[in-house]
Protein backbone atom coordinates (compact mmCIF):
# COMPACT_ATOMS: atom_id res chain seq x y z
CA UNK A 1 0.00 0.00 0.00
CA UNK A 2 1.55 3.01 -1.30
CA UNK A 3 1.74 5.80 1.81
CA UNK A 4 0.27 8.70 -0.02
CA UNK A 5 1.48 11.45 2.72
CA UNK A 6 5.32 10.00 2.40
CA UNK A 7 5.42 10.54 -1.43
CA UNK A 8 3.78 14.05 -1.09
CA UNK A 9 6.09 14.69 1.27
CA UNK A 10 9.12 14.26 -0.68
CA UNK A 11 7.22 16.08 -3.66
CA UNK A 12 7.26 19.14 -1.40
CA UNK A 13 10.73 18.27 -1.13
CA UNK A 14 11.37 18.49 -4.80
CA UNK A 15 9.23 21.66 -5.05
CA UNK A 16 11.66 22.99 -2.87
CA UNK A 17 15.09 22.35 -4.70
CA UNK A 18 13.75 23.56 -7.93
CA UNK A 19 12.44 27.00 -6.06
CA UNK A 20 16.05 27.03 -4.96
CA UNK A 21 17.23 26.31 -8.66
CA UNK A 22 15.27 29.02 -10.29
CA UNK A 23 17.27 31.39 -8.11
CA UNK A 24 19.98 30.48 -10.43
CA UNK A 25 18.27 30.01 -13.58
CA UNK A 26 18.70 34.15 -14.52
CA UNK A 27 22.84 34.21 -13.96
CA UNK A 28 25.46 33.80 -17.23
CA UNK A 29 27.20 30.96 -17.87
CA UNK A 30 30.22 33.65 -16.95
CA UNK A 31 28.95 34.68 -13.31
CA UNK A 32 28.45 30.64 -13.03
CA UNK A 33 32.19 29.53 -14.25
CA UNK A 34 33.46 32.76 -12.06
CA UNK A 35 31.59 31.30 -8.53
CA UNK A 36 32.57 28.24 -7.03
CA UNK A 37 29.82 28.79 -4.97
CA UNK A 38 27.20 28.72 -7.56
CA UNK A 39 28.41 25.71 -9.25
CA UNK A 40 28.39 23.81 -5.94
CA UNK A 41 24.88 24.83 -5.28
CA UNK A 42 23.80 24.85 -8.52
CA UNK A 43 25.23 20.97 -8.82
CA UNK A 44 24.29 20.31 -5.19
CA UNK A 45 20.46 20.89 -6.23
CA UNK A 46 20.48 19.12 -8.83
CA UNK A 47 22.29 16.17 -6.74
CA UNK A 48 19.16 16.22 -4.24
CA UNK A 49 16.44 16.24 -7.12
CA UNK A 50 17.29 12.93 -8.58
CA UNK A 51 17.68 11.71 -5.44
CA UNK A 52 14.54 12.23 -3.98
CA UNK A 53 13.10 11.68 -7.37
CA UNK A 54 14.76 8.31 -7.39
CA UNK A 55 13.64 7.85 -3.91
CA UNK A 56 10.39 8.02 -4.88
CA UNK A 57 10.17 6.16 -7.74
CA UNK A 58 12.00 3.06 -5.74
CA UNK A 59 9.49 3.28 -2.99
CA UNK A 60 6.48 3.36 -5.20
CA UNK A 61 7.98 0.49 -7.50
CA UNK A 62 8.60 -1.73 -4.36
CA UNK A 63 5.29 -0.78 -2.95
CA UNK A 64 3.14 -2.10 -5.96
CA UNK A 65 5.31 -5.35 -5.84
CA UNK A 66 7.98 -5.12 -8.35
CA UNK A 67 11.84 -5.41 -8.11
CA UNK A 68 13.51 -3.29 -6.53
CA UNK A 69 15.45 -0.86 -9.19
CA UNK A 70 19.35 -1.69 -9.89
CA UNK A 71 20.36 1.96 -10.22
CA UNK A 72 19.29 5.36 -10.63
CA UNK A 73 18.63 5.49 -14.61
CA UNK A 74 16.67 1.85 -13.93
CA UNK A 75 14.43 3.50 -11.27
CA UNK A 76 13.38 5.50 -14.25
CA UNK A 77 13.02 3.25 -16.91
CA UNK A 78 10.74 0.88 -14.09
CA UNK A 79 8.67 3.74 -13.38
CA UNK A 80 8.10 4.24 -16.78
CA UNK A 81 6.61 0.30 -16.43
CA UNK A 82 4.49 1.05 -13.78
CA UNK A 83 2.64 3.82 -15.51
CA UNK A 84 4.39 6.63 -12.65
CA UNK A 85 5.66 8.76 -15.09
CA UNK A 86 5.26 8.87 -18.75
CA UNK A 87 7.92 7.83 -21.42
CA UNK A 88 8.71 11.08 -22.65
CA UNK A 89 9.42 12.24 -18.85
CA UNK A 90 11.41 8.99 -17.95
CA UNK A 91 13.27 8.94 -21.20
CA UNK A 92 14.51 12.88 -20.44
CA UNK A 93 14.64 12.59 -16.67
CA UNK A 94 17.12 8.92 -16.90
CA UNK A 95 19.81 10.63 -18.45
CA UNK A 96 20.27 12.93 -15.70
CA UNK A 97 21.34 9.79 -12.89
CA UNK A 98 24.41 9.85 -15.46
CA UNK A 99 24.73 14.06 -14.69
CA UNK A 100 24.32 12.81 -11.16
CA UNK A 101 27.07 10.14 -11.04
CA UNK A 102 29.44 11.86 -12.51
CA UNK A 103 28.90 15.01 -10.17
CA UNK A 104 28.90 12.55 -7.30
CA UNK A 105 31.59 10.43 -7.72
CA UNK A 106 33.67 13.34 -9.99
CA UNK A 107 34.09 10.83 -13.35
CA UNK A 108 36.56 13.04 -15.61
CA UNK A 109 36.20 16.13 -15.55
CA UNK A 110 32.84 18.21 -14.31
CA UNK A 111 31.67 20.23 -17.51
CA UNK A 112 31.04 23.23 -16.48
CA UNK A 113 28.48 24.46 -19.76
CA UNK A 114 26.36 20.82 -19.44
CA UNK A 115 25.63 21.39 -15.98
CA UNK A 116 24.82 25.30 -16.78
CA UNK A 117 23.23 24.69 -19.29
CA UNK A 118 20.71 22.25 -17.81
CA UNK A 119 19.02 24.34 -15.40
CA UNK A 120 16.43 25.36 -16.87
CA UNK A 121 15.89 21.94 -18.24
CA UNK A 122 16.00 19.85 -14.99
CA UNK A 123 13.62 22.81 -13.68
CA UNK A 124 10.83 22.21 -16.28
CA UNK A 125 11.30 18.10 -16.15
CA UNK A 126 11.05 18.21 -12.52
CA UNK A 127 7.83 20.49 -12.51
CA UNK A 128 6.16 17.83 -14.48
CA UNK A 129 7.80 15.09 -12.53
CA UNK A 130 6.03 16.48 -9.60
CA UNK A 131 2.53 16.74 -11.81
CA UNK A 132 2.68 13.66 -13.10
CA UNK A 133 2.91 11.52 -9.70
CA UNK A 134 0.61 13.70 -8.35
CA UNK A 135 -1.76 12.38 -10.91
CA UNK A 136 -0.50 8.52 -9.92
CA UNK A 137 -1.50 9.06 -6.86
Request: zero cysteines.
Amino acid sequence: MINKDLVLSKLLKIKKYIQELKTFSNITFEEYKRDFIKKRAVERLILLLVEVATDINSYVIVEIGKNPPTDYYDSFIKAIEIGLISKQLGEKLAPLAGLRNRLVHEYDEIKDDIVFNSINEVIKLYTTFIKEVNNYL
